[in-house]
């Protein structure tokens, strides 16, 4: 059971480039969710998915792509990297989205250096 | 000059000390809150939660406390050992927070001193 997987754990972008965080879980969870987390401040909300073919925003959607195609995986696309775009980005899974009590778990980090 | 939002509170406790480390949350309403440890480089893990039912719950080395009359929140480390080094942060739950009914906390840096 390895939980929640990130891939890359770093990547360094020029301004403009488009790539993908990849976001894999192997908890059968049907929420998951992106937040990106930068110095001094909390894990912000980019987009979430509470189960395969729906997602929806979250506090910080901007510059920010996602899908859900299967239960598994939830990808993030940076459309057109940005300076302000350089964060530390975390994938996480819960059971369920509303239900109080449901533990999120969350990936080990994607560091991402946008120039 | 120094850059307001980029520091964390910090907490530097001496080894086998305990710590205790506060959150205040923002609304009367969550019912779920949840202790996160982050160290260095990787992503949070869980730690403890508690549901608004409950005032206290212990788990292994540390205890959380809720007081609903003034939405705070506490985690007390037992006996503090160089491996809590560690950002800590609360989250809580509520149906109408965010997005997805998460609110995190910005945490605070625990510091072990030898």
């Known amino acids: 059971n390895a939980g929640v997987t990130q891939t890359p754990k770093f990547q360094v972008l020029k301004t403009g480039q488009s790539m993908t965080l990849q976001c894999a879980q192997d908890?059968?969870?049907?929420?998951m969710s992106w937040y990106r987390q930068d110095p001094g401040m909390g894990l912000r909300l980019i987009h979430y998915?509470?189960?395969?073919?729906?997602?929806d925003q979250g506090e910080v959607p901007n510059g920010y792509n996602v899908s859900r195609s299967t239960t598994e995986d939830f990808p993030l696309r940076l459309l057109s990297a940005a300076p302000s775009q350089t964060s530390v980005y975390f994938c996480?899974?819960?059971?369920?989205?509303?239900?109080?009590?449901?533990?999120?778990?969350f990936g080990e980090g994607s560091w991402l250096t946008v120039v | 000059g120094e850059s307001v939002g980029l520091h964390l509170p910090t907490l530097s406790v001496q080894e086998g000390d305990n710590s205790i480390i506060n959150c205040a949350y923002s609304?009367?309403?969550?019912?779920?809150f949840i202790w996160y440890k982050q160290e260095s480089g990787k992503g949070p893990q869980f730690i403890i939660d508690?549901?608004?039912?409950?005032d206290k719950r212990q788990g292994q080395r540390v205890t959380v406390l809720l007081n609903k009359t003034v939405k705070h929140l506490s985690l007390q480390i037992a006996a503090t050992q160089p491996g809590d080094s560690a950002v800590y942060f609360c989250?809580?739950?509520?149906?109408?927070?965010?997005?997805?009914?998460?609110?995190f906390g910005k945490g605070t840096h625990l510091i072990i001193q030898p």
């Open positions: 996480a899974s819960r059971p369920n989205q509303g239900a109080a009590g449901n533990t999120i778990y």
């Open positions: 908890m059968n969870h049907e929420y």
């Open positions: 998915s509470v189960g395969a073919g729906i997602t």
């Open positions: 609304n009367s309403a969550s019912d779920y």
């Open positions: 508690i549901r608004s039912n409950m």
């Open positions: 989250a809580e739950n509520w149906t109408g927070g965010g997005a997805d009914g998460l609110t």
